[in-house]
């Protein structure tokens, strides 16, 4: 199995304008003057580091932004700039919605099966609703729109449309895998919330990743649904992703991750006897460090030579207490043997971190010679992309920006640059 990370490029309508509630990090940095050009380069620098590392990097596009066809869903009628300014004469929050640029997280763009999972051996993905937020509800069409093209030969790949709003779904941000070294099978671990926890909506339904399971095929026996704990959601893990991570047979966790840490050890002895639990004490690393930090939202990654290492956040490194307990972990010889620093501080501020940046797809080698390869990175598509966007993409975007005519066009034709660069037809992607 090869794995292949598929990152978001970062749109060129990054902003702070706060949508994302129970996102600690996009509330407390509301209202803050964005830097579009330099969060779109850390993003492309990272993917650098991981094919540095000697891993598989893909990408997917940023969205057509504004997304002018989902304010005249709206009522707003008129050409483009009349719909713009209308609405931002009627609700500028509307426009914030419309100008969002969060498609760049896709840990939520959709859950991924790989075939060795499967009953029908083909890798599932299925596509978020993401139903929980306006500004994110809007973004399935252009998602599966993606993952149609990237992934449609269907010898390998098989995508679903999203379930029902009614039940929401977020995606790869959580879910994990566990795979046996020894050949033991795998266990794909669905993690749901319920009701409001501290004021914040649980965004995962237990339905939700049950209907994935089903439409996957997976083994119900070896299909885990975990509940993500109360007090993680409180305090700002408004996905799995941020308090827990998983590769191989490896399960990197925040004490306080799960609603029931033992029944989860539990079962994983049962399913997978070799699986390995790295769970970090409070009190060496309290919950509200982990999630300020993004100690869990790192990239937890196999190395060709077979060694695990961490893709973390800059801010993991800064943090006495989260870098001293990562020397400790790195030094007791276990699995992890690399850590990896990454400047991501623009994504980071608006409340996404290295793993909320990629979606994980495991194929074969036949498998992963049929994806279209316009969104597979190597350097020569590294550096056409970091040409527009040192060119095309807006240096800096303050709230009121966004209200801009000046603003809408050129990031229209940023993005248009890109998709041309890139090798896509306009109106392809």
Same mark, same amino acid.
């Given at each position: 199995?090869? =794995?292949?990370?598929?990152?978001?490029?970062?749109?060129?309508? /990054?902003?702070?304008?706060?949508?994302?509630?129970?996102?600690?990090?996009?509330?407390?940095?509301?209202?803050?003057?964005?830097?579009?050009?330099?969060?779109?380069?850390?993003?492309?620098?990272?993917?650098?580091?991981?094919?540095?590392?000697?891993?598989?990097?893909?990408?997917?596009?940023? /969205?057509?932004?504004?997304?002018?066809?989902? !304010?005249?869903?709206?009522?707003?009628?008129?050409?483009?700039?009349?719909? !713009?300014?209308?609405? $931002?004469?009627?609700?500028?929050?509307?426009?914030?919605?419309?100008?969002?640029?969060?498609?760049?997280?896709?840990?939520?763009?959709?859950?991924?099966?790989?075939?060795?999972?499967?009953?029908?051996?083909?890798?599932?993905?299925?596509?978020?609703?993401?139903?929980?937020?306006?500004?994110?509800?809007?973004?399935? =069409?252009?998602?599966?729109?993606?993952?149609?093209?990237?992934?449609?030969?269907?010898?390998?790949?098989?995508?679903?449309?999203?379930?029902?709003?009614?039940?929401?779904?977020?995606?790869?941000?959580?879910?994990?895998?566990?795979?046996?070294?020894?050949? /033991?099978?795998?266990?794909?671990?669905?993690?749901?919330?319920?009701?409001?926890?501290?004021?914040?909506?649980?965004?995962? %339904?237990?339905?939700?990743?049950?209907?994935?399971?089903?439409?996957?095929?997976?083994?119900?026996?070896?299909?885990?649904?975990?509940?993500?704990?109360?007090? *993680?959601?409180?305090?700002?893990?408004?996905?799995?992703?941020?308090?827990?991570?998983?590769?191989?047979?490896?399960?990197?966790? /925040?004490?306080?991750?799960?609603?029931?840490?033992? *029944?989860?050890?539990?079962?994983?002895?049962?399913?997978?006897?070799?699986?390995?639990?790295? =769970?970090?004490?409070?009190?060496?690393?309290?919950?509200?460090?982990?999630?300020?930090?993004?100690?869990?939202?790192?990239?937890?990654?196999?190395?060709?030579?077979?060694?695990?290492?961490?893709?973390?956040?800059?801010?993991?490194?800064?943090?006495?207490?989260?870098?001293? $307990?990562?020397?400790?972990?790195?030094?007791?010889?276990?699995?992890?043997?690399?850590?990896?620093?990454?400047?991501?501080?623009?994504?980071? %501020?608006?409340?996404?971190?290295?793993?909320?940046?990629?979606?994980?797809?495991?194929?074969?080698?036949?498998? @992963?010679?049929?994806?279209?390869?316009?969104? @597979? !990175?190597?350097?020569?598509?590294?550096?056409?992309?970091?040409?527009?966007?040192?060119?095309?993409?807006?240096? *800096?975007?303050?709230?009121?920006?966004?209200?801009?005519?000046?603003?809408?066009? %050129?990031?229209?034709?940023?993005?248009?640059?890109?998709?041309?660069?890139?090798?896509?037809?306009?109106?392809?992607?």
């Amino acid at each position: 199995m090869i =794995e292949v990370n598929f990152d978001g490029i970062i749109g060129p309508t /990054h902003n702070y304008a706060g949508l994302s509630i129970g996102n600690l990090a996009s509330a407390n940095n509301a209202g803050n003057v964005s830097a579009p050009r330099l969060a779109a380069l850390q993003g492309i620098a990272k993917m650098r580091r991981a094919m540095a590392l000697g891993l598989h990097q893909g990408i997917f596009l940023p /969205h057509v932004r504004p997304n002018i066809d989902w !304010l005249r869903t709206l009522g707003f009628v008129g050409a483009d700039a009349e719909v !713009l300014a209308s609405a $931002w004469a009627s609700d500028r929050a509307l426009v914030a919605n419309a100008m969002s640029a969060s498609a760049m997280w896709t840990a939520n763009a959709g859950t991924v099966s790989p075939g060795s999972d499967t009953a029908d051996g083909l890798c599932h993905i299925s596509v978020a609703n993401l139903s929980t937020m306006p500004h994110r509800a809007s973004e399935a =069409e252009q998602i599966e729109r993606q993952l149609r093209l990237a992934f449609a030969d269907p010898r390998f790949f098989r995508v679903h449309p999203p379930v029902p709003a009614a039940f929401g779904d977020e995606g790869a941000a959580n879910f994990m895998r566990l795979a046996s070294p020894a050949g /033991h099978g795998a266990v794909e671990m669905f993690v749901y919330g319920e009701g409001n926890a501290g004021g914040f909506p649980s965004r995962q %339904r237990r339905a939700a990743s049950e209907a994935v399971a089903r439409r996957h095929g997976l083994d119900p026996a070896r299909a885990l649904m975990v509940r993500q704990s109360d007090a *993680a959601i409180a305090a700002g893990a408004f996905h799995n992703d941020v308090v827990a991570v998983a590769n191989g047979h490896v399960l990197f966790a /925040h004490e306080h991750a799960f609603a029931d840490p033992a *029944a989860l050890r539990s079962a994983l002895r049962t399913l997978l006897p070799d699986a390995l639990v790295i =769970e970090v004490p409070a009190d060496r690393v309290s919950l509200d460090t982990a999630i300020r930090t993004y100690l869990f939202n790192s990239q937890l990654v196999t190395l060709p030579d077979g060694d695990m290492a961490l893709i973390l956040p800059a801010e993991a490194r800064d943090n006495d207490a989260v870098w001293t $307990w990562l020397g400790d972990l790195v030094a007791s010889g276990g699995p992890i043997r690399r850590l990896e620093v990454v400047d991501v501080r623009e994504s980071m %501020r608006n409340g996404g971190g290295p793993a909320c940046l990629r979606l994980r797809v495991q194929v074969g080698t036949e498998a @992963l010679a049929a994806i279209d390869p316009r969104f @597979l !990175l190597d350097e020569a598509a590294c550096a056409r992309i970091e040409a527009v966007i040192a060119r095309a993409w807006p240096e *800096a975007i303050a709230p009121d920006d966004l209200g801009d005519p000046r603003l809408w066009e %050129r990031c229209t034709a940023a993005r248009a640059a890109l998709v041309a660069a890139l090798g896509f037809s306009p109106g392809e992607i």
